[in-house]
Each structure stands twice: as C-alpha cells, then as structure tokens.
C-alpha cells in the first residue's frame, strides 16, 4: 500500500518511499575533507551518455564502477607507484591477488617462468598448480647463485619472479645481474618486495620491470588489512588493471583507505623495527647453543653482507629467521616460554610477532621441498616491532631458557 504525498523541497509533493530509496548526495561545503575519504561506492552516477563514452575511451578522468576503479584504490596505488619509482600501480584485494594479476597477465600457455626456490609458499604454490594447469612451465632454481641463476636463463623465459628479501630464509639476489640475464632472454624481472619494502629497497632502481607488495605486511603496518599492490609501466598496470577485472579480485575502498593510513607511518616504523631486528639478530648470534643459525641480512658474517649492502639503504629490514637445535619440539617449547611475543602467521606489524614456517607459510611444500631448501621444523622467523628492544630480547631469553 502506498504512503500518500508528502511536501517536499520547495512545496513539490513527494513520497516516503522515494526518499528512502533516492541516491543520496554529500551536502554543499566550502571546505573539503582533510583526509581522503572512503568511497564505498560501487558504482558512480554519470551525468551522460556522451560522458560514459569519453570514460570508456580515456578521454575523460573519473570513476564508472568500483571493480575497474575507485578513488580510493586510485589513491593507494599512485602512492605505491611513487615510493617504488613505478609510472603506475595496481591495488589487489591481497599480496596474492596481487602477484597472480602479474603473472597472469605476464604469461600465456606454453610460456616459462624462472623462480626463485626461495619464496613465499602460496607464490609457489600457484606456480605449480593453477599456473602449470594452464600450461605454463615453471622452473625453480637458486637464483641468489649466479652460476645457477646463468643455467636457469640459458633458455628463453617471460618471466623471472624473486623476492628481494626471501621468505622464510631472507636470502637476497643480484638484483642488477639478474635483470640483466632476464631481460637478455625476453623475460619480465617481478620482484616481491613485501620484506623489505621501498625503505629499504626500489627494485625497479634494479632493472626489475613490475614490484609487487602483500601490503597486508608492512605498508598496512597494524595486521588490521588485507590488501596487495603491484606497480610497473604505465602500458603493464593497464593491461593488469583488465586482467583483475575480468578475475573479479580488486582491493576495497576502506582496505585500500586503511593502507594508505598505515604508508604514513611506514618509514618511522621501518627505521625503529629494522634498527630492533639488527640488534636481536646480534642477540641470537651470540645466544648459545640452542641455536644453530641466525638468518639476517645486516650481519657482518652473513654469507651476503656485501650484497645487502649493495642492495638494501636505511638498515637490512624487520625480519630474522633463525633454527633451534631441537627442531620442533624446541620450537614449540620456545614458543610457549614467551610471554610478550606472539605466535601469528603474519608479519610487518608494529609488534613482534613470531611465525613458525613449516607449519604455516611453506606448510603447502611438502616436507622433502622443504628439508631441500632449509626451511626445517626448528626454523622460526621473527617480525620485529616497534617495542623498546631490552623487552624484546628480555622475552627471547624467556623462550631460550626453556629450551
Ligand atoms: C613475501 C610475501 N609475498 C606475498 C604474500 C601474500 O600476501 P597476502 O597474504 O596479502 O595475500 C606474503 C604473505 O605472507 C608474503 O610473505
């Protein structure tokens, strides 16, 4: 049954139904928002069809439906794009979201993709089955090793993908040298540069052709998004734009809202968590028996400390691995011990975290992948915080004492 009229503006008689359903409008205002606001919008009113025209053919700027667009999308991923010295970004609904619109817009069937057998699991994982599945061959190699790197690229590829700063073991690569031998064979250098981030490394400064980034871990900043960007030439964000649309996984506004947010504090964050994990690496290098090896970077007697200074500026990152003599039954005794520092299967928060690999991100490996590529069951990686160090090492010893 319908209401009966009501007076509305200016006396015109209105309904109560259409002005419950009528799109609402932002009220006039001389001054605008100091902050960008989240446009929850899906879709966006356009004034015609001549206009509809001009957005389609890029002619004009603006918004027609979320999937393909949204300001606040927009925003995240012209920042990303400036941080990584990139012409234009992408915004995921996740790091993996992310990654797969690189690669499927980089790849076709019958092509070859070189990777690094140092990565993060999932990363694997859709390499040997959604990507295998649609006939696209990946070759696992240790690319951090020129000689093995050289073998892998002897024969033509489209696509090298490396981290900058491996998980779970932080193991680096020539960046410079195997943009080189990539694009000497036609392939695409994809770097994730989740770990270390553009504070610390712009891969693209490297010769590498696309930067992808879980921004879930650092840019967010507070384990409180999901959320991935990937960044590139104008020509490749384009082409990517239209792959993750057809595949239907864009960020969201407030995600994306949240992680421009957290990027406003990235490089405060970065400079106290990465001087922390320097130091807790020290730390568990001289900490006893318990351990058997301390994975960073920014040690002096890391294998690659040479390398990481070539490649990485403002310190070596927030993260460090490190292997316990008992192997999992220490692990989990360590892990009960603590008291400040949590067990969560992320990382890049402002607190530390501890996650145990084998059980979480390379758990889809299998053992025999994992053993071969030492991520062994008393491995377990720290993602150090902002928290004042002496509380830090103050838990870890808590932890070492128990084992
Ligand atoms: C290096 C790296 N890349 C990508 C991802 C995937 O990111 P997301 O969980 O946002 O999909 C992760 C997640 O841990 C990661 O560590």
Redesign the pocket.
Known sequence: MLVSPMPGPGGVPEHLETVCAEIDQPPPSVTRPAVMPIVASAPFVVDSLETLDDLYEGRAEGFVYSRGGNPNQVVLERLVARLEGAEAGLAAA??????AAALMTGLKAGDRIVASDS??G??ATLLLGPLAALGVRAVFADLSDSASAERALAEPASIVVV?TI??PLLRLVDLPALARLAHAVGAMLVV?N??ATPYHCRPIEFGADVV??????YLGGHSDV???VLVGTEEFVSQARATMSAFGAPASPFDCWLTVRGIKTLALRMERSSANAAAVAAYLTGAGQQIVGVYYPGLPSAPQAALACRLLRNGFGAMVSFELAGGEAAASTFVRALRRIRLVP??GDVSTTLSHPSKT?HRGLGEATREATGIRPGLLRLSVGIEHLDDLIADLELGLAAV
Do not use: W
Request: aromatic share 8%; proline share 4%; hydrophobic share 30%.
């Open positions: 996740s790091g993996m979201g992310a990654i990565l993060y999932p990363t981290e491996s998980n994730d989740t770990f992808v980034h879980s921004a879930t871990k999901t959320n991935g992320s990382l991100s």
